[in-house]
């Protein structure tokens, strides 16, 4: 689907639900985000490997079933919550910028459901949905001009220049509050931060979030050291599956739950959270040689989506050449090697 299907309007304010507005500049800034990131790449490559420039470190991928809540009322049965009871899942776990695991930092989940039904606004393969989620409820940057600051600073060593710009300060504040020291990926909770379309209803907008509901949680990780948290992984599913809520939360008012700024925070209060599926993963060998080559290569892709759960926002409009692109160098480079 084009943009020109969505409902784009120049304006920047005064949207209705589900409207969106778009910037000029938006294809340029895309287009040197998309530079920026493959220069942040090589600059990070060990031994030339580049890996993800966000969410870097795959905490391992794996393999669950993805159910769809019995009796949801109508309003709730869209897209893949109106299909089949359940869908197979993959699902990658990540830290975003560190590699020791005793560091705080934000945490990403990226969920991939095969044997979808429809067509697809992006897709490397058919019948897929992806879902990406990261561990804290807004994104550091409103907007992509935000971001592209941001990568730029990143990419020129000097992110202190970028923390001290008075014009940076909230970012600042959700970088430094945002990051947390975690036991467990499988405890905590994530936020999809943007917004989606829910439905046909082009007035329908929802975030998405991803609550643990397992039994079990790791409050004393057995031992502390770089990469502690697939033991914690592995320890918890050697005593009980691990198990999300995913849940999805109405825009119902343009105003204070916008969906052209990523760093608001849509209260809960005003729209609570519904519970539409339950994600569960089984024990398995996941840190065997081939399921990390596989965790590293595997691209995810917002817009690998029905349009009923169409991305939205121009963060989200962005993400769709960056995602693709970042993912092929990366992959590619790392083949030529
Ligand atoms: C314009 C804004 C954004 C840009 C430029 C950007 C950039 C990127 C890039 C380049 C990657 C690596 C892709 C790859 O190499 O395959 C990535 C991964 C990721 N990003 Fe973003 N991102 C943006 C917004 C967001 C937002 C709003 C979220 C909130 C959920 C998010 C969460 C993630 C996660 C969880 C991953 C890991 C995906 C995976 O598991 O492969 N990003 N991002």
């Known amino acids: 689907m084009s943009l020109s299907a969505a409902v784009l309007c120049s304006c920047s304010q005064d949207l209705q639900l589900g409207e969106e507005s778009s910037d000029t500049d938006e294809a340029e800034i895309t287009a040197q985000m998309i530079n920026v990131i493959e220069t942040i790449g090589l600059n990070n490559a060990v031994d030339g490997f580049v890996t993800r420039v966000n969410q870097g470190k795959s905490l391992g991928c794996l393999t669950g079933s993805f159910q769809i809540s019995q009796g949801l009322p109508e309003r ?58 990261n561990s804290y409820p807004v994104l550091f940057a409103a907007n992509n001009n935000e971001f592209l600051s941001f990568l730029k600073a990143t990419a020129g060593g000097a992110m202190w220049k970028f923390l001290i710009n008075p014009l940076n300060w909230d970012s600042a ?34 975030k998405y979030s991803v609550k643990s509901c397992s039994t079990l949680t790791t409050d004393n990780p057995e031992a502390s050291h770089e990469n502690f948290l697939r033991d914690s992984m592995k320890s918890h599913l050697s005593q009980t599956d691990a198990c999300f809520d995913f849940m999805v939360q109405f825009q119902n008012d343009p105003q204070s739950m916008p969906i052209e700024n990523a760093s608001s925070e849509w209260d809960e209060e005003e729209s609570p959270f519904e519970t539409v599926a339950r994600l569960t993963i089984p ?42 692109e970042a993912g092929e160098f990366r992959n590619q480079h790392n083949a030529s090697r």
Not at 177 to 200: H, K, L
Not at 294 to 314: A, M
């Open 76 to 133: 709730l049965q869209q897209g893949i919550f109106a299909q089949a009871s359940s869908f197979p899942a993959y699902v990658r776990f990540a830290n975003a910028s560190v590699t020791d695991d005793r560091e705080k930092d934000f945490h990403g989940m990226s969920i991939k459901l095969s044997g979808v039904d429809g067509d697809l606004l992006w897709g490397e393969d058919n019948n897929q949905q992806d879902f990406i989620l």
């Open 173 to 206: 504040m959700v970088l430094l509050r945002g990051r947390e020291e975690i036991n467990s990926p499988f405890d905590i909770r994530y936020w999809s931060t943007t917004p989606y379309r829910f439905g046909d209803d082009t007035s329908t907008a929802v």
């Open 283 to 324: 024990s398995q060998e996941f840190q065997s040689e081939s399921a990390m080559a596989r965790c590293e290569e595997v691209t995810f892709n917002p817009w690998q989506s029905l349009s009923q759960h169409r991305p939205l926002g121009g963060i989200n409009r962005a993400r769709r050449a960056v995602y693709s």
